[in-house]
Every structure is written in C-alpha cells, then in structure tokens.
C-alpha cells in the first residue's frame, strides 16, 4: 500500500503490468495521488492476464520480488514505464538499476512464496468479481466507469459518505 494508512479514501487497483489500459490506468492513479495527498490510501493487487499477456505474471513477481527489498513501488512504477519491455533480461536489469541485489531478486523471482503472493491476489479478485484489468475499488465499491470523471464522481461520493 501507498499513502496515509488513515486516509478517508482508500483506492485499490487489481491490475496487469502488461496490459496496455493498465498503463494509461497508471498516470491517472498517479495525478490522483498527488492530487489527493494524504486524504487517498493506494493499494495494487496483482491480476496478471497471462494467457493474453505472456510476460504479466512474471512482471507481478518482479514487482513482488523487489518488495522483499523494499523497492516495491520503484520496481512497480518501473514495470509501468517500459511495458513494452517485461522479459527476464529487462526485468533484471531494472533490478540492477534499483540497486537491489541482482543474485536475491533472481532467486526470489522464481520462488514458491512470490507466486503463493501472486495467486493470493489474483484469487482475491476473482472471489471479489474481478474479470479484467485494469479494476478499481474506491472505499470497498467498484468503479464502473474507469475515465477520470467516473473517479472523480466515485471519490466525491466517497467523500460524502
């Protein structure tokens, strides 16, 4: 999770770091964040769509992996900026750029409890009504209408209780 743990709004994303809605999904989280500062709580969940995206899943582990190095969010945001760029190769280098320990996250990345973590949220979000990405859920209610309007008519909302 990103943000104010207190925050009166909480945001979660169950997302696909290949997928191209995701991606354009990602600048719109972002302009919410800096929009919103401490009154907004982000939180991703992994929903990789691997048999439509063949590199999801093992960007998710990436992701996951470069949290046990505290680097999460850096390696997220990185995943997001080189879509077009997810393969092992790639995704190890972005490691290396990080600065995290190449040789930990390598080993990590083909662990059982990185793709126990990974499962974990993509069954999360099917038991919660997830078919695509991205999907959003503002203070526990699903945003249908992924625009920034439909977000900024969810979050208004939200606001009011």
């Known amino acids: 999770m990103q943000g104010n743990p207190h925050a009166p709004l909480s945001l979660v994303e169950y997302g696909d770091y290949e997928c191209p809605y995701c991606g354009r999904a990602?600048?719109?989280v972002k302009a919410l964040q800096?929009?919103?500062g401490d009154e907004l709580l982000f939180a991703w969940r992994n929903f990789p769509l691997s048999q439509v995206h063949p590199h999801a899943l093992r960007a998710a582990a990436a992701a996951e992996s470069a949290g046990l190095q505290d680097r999460f969010?850096?390696?997220?945001?990185?995943?997001f900026?080189?879509?077009d760029a997810l393969d092992d190769a790639h995704l190890l280098a972005y490691a290396e750029l990080l600065g995290l320990d190449v040789e930990r996250f390598a080993r990590d990345l083909d662990?059982?409890?990185?793709?126990e973590r990974?499962?974990?949220d993509f069954l999360s979000g099917a038991r919660s009504g997830v078919n695509g990405t991205p999907t959003f859920f503002v203070n526990g209610k699903r945003v249908m209408n992924r625009s920034v309007e439909g977000f900024k008519d969810m979050i208004e909302a939200a606001k009011k209780g």
């Open 118 to 120: 990974v499962r974990a």
């Open 34 to 36: 800096e929009a919103l």
């Open 81 to 83: 900026e080189h879509q």
């Open 26 to 28: 990602y600048r719109i």
């Open 111 to 115: 662990s059982d409890g990185i793709a």
């Open 73 to 79: 969010w850096e390696m997220h945001d990185m995943l």
